[in-house]
């Protein structure tokens, strides 16, 4: 498991690019967008973290390891609103979206601050980080571009001794097929391998924008996307 680095639009196929130097709050790209994107631009820079790399892993699934039986393994993807403006038919599921946005949003802004120790790694100025993070602040507060963060899964089980697929689970205790619940609305699992690339090719579409160029006393090279 693993967080998605990209933020995704109302519909949660759409990328929201990051926003520009001159852009301001009113713009239809997105300041926590850029402070991530620098963030993974800062982590990687040091050569020691293949974000990309992770990713894809994650998105390919298990259905391939030597290990695994194929039939346990699944890959998902969680989306969570930031800010509570999501809205479902079902009045729990509504009120737990709500509930889920306006802490992530909460957390969310201070994590983004909690970022700038990276994004000085590559030449960022702590005027412009602190300008940068006032305006992600102001679009979060406005639900202004409404975004979606995404968790992406993936899971699996062992295969038994001799190569035997992996044996049944047993029910918990207390846990009964018949007991009512209400599934959190924005959780996908995709089934196989093909189906879970199917969905990464539709959120990769518009992630292929001109890199930003870094600071000129930065000498840091930005590892390429793969």
């Known amino acids: 498991?693993?967080?998605?680095?990209?933020?995704?639009?109302?519909?949660?196929?759409?990328?929201?690019?990051?926003?520009?130097?001159?852009?301001?709050?009113?713009?239809?790209?997105?300041?926590?967008?850029?402070?991530?994107?620098?963030?993974?631009?800062g982590a990687m820079s040091s050569g020691k973290s293949d974000i990309y790399g992770m990713s894809k892993a994650i998105d390919e699934g298990l259905w391939e390891h030597p290990l695994m039986d194929p039939k346990t393994c699944k890959t998902?993807?969680?989306?969570?609103?930031?800010?509570?403006?999501?809205?479902?038919?079902?009045?729990?599921?509504?009120?737990?979206?709500?509930?889920?946005?306006?802490?992530?949003r909460q957390d969310l802004m201070s994590a983004h601050r909690a970022g700038h120790a990276v994004m000085k790694r590559i030449g960022w100025p702590p005027e412009t980080l602190a300008k940068w993070s006032s305006k992600a602040d102001e679009q979060m507060m406005k639900t202004n571009p409404r975004t979606w963060i995404r968790m992406r899964y993936a899971w699996g089980r062992?295969?038994?001794?001799?190569?035997?697929?992996?044996?049944?689970?047993?029910?918990?205790?207390?846990?009964?097929?018949?007991?009512?619940?209400?599934?959190?609305?924005?959780?996908?699992?995709?089934?196989?391998?093909?189906?879970?690339?199917?969905?990464?090719?539709?959120?990769n579409r518009g992630k292929d924008l001109p890199v930003p160029s870094l600071p000129i006393a930065s000498a840091t090279p930005t590892p390429a996307q793969t």
């Not at 790209?29 to 994107?37: G, K, L």
């Not at 403006?85 to 306006?102: R, T």
């Not at 029910?171 to 690339?197: C, M, N, Q, R």
């Open 1 to 41: 498991m693993d967080v998605d680095y990209d933020m995704y639009s109302e519909d949660q196929r759409v990328y929201i690019p990051f926003a520009l130097e001159d852009d301001d709050v009113e713009c239809e790209r997105s300041w926590f967008q850029r402070i991530v994107y620098e963030m993974r631009r």
């Open 76 to 104: 998902g993807s969680l989306y969570m609103p930031i800010g509570p403006w999501a809205e479902a038919s079902n009045q729990i599921a509504a009120q737990q979206l709500k509930y889920v946005g306006a802490l992530m």
């Open 158 to 203: 062992r295969r038994a001794r001799g190569n035997q697929p992996a044996p049944a689970l047993a029910t918990p205790p207390g846990i009964h097929a018949d007991d009512p619940e209400v599934p959190y609305p924005h959780f996908y699992v995709y089934g196989s391998k093909e189906e879970s690339l199917a969905e990464t090719k539709l959120r």
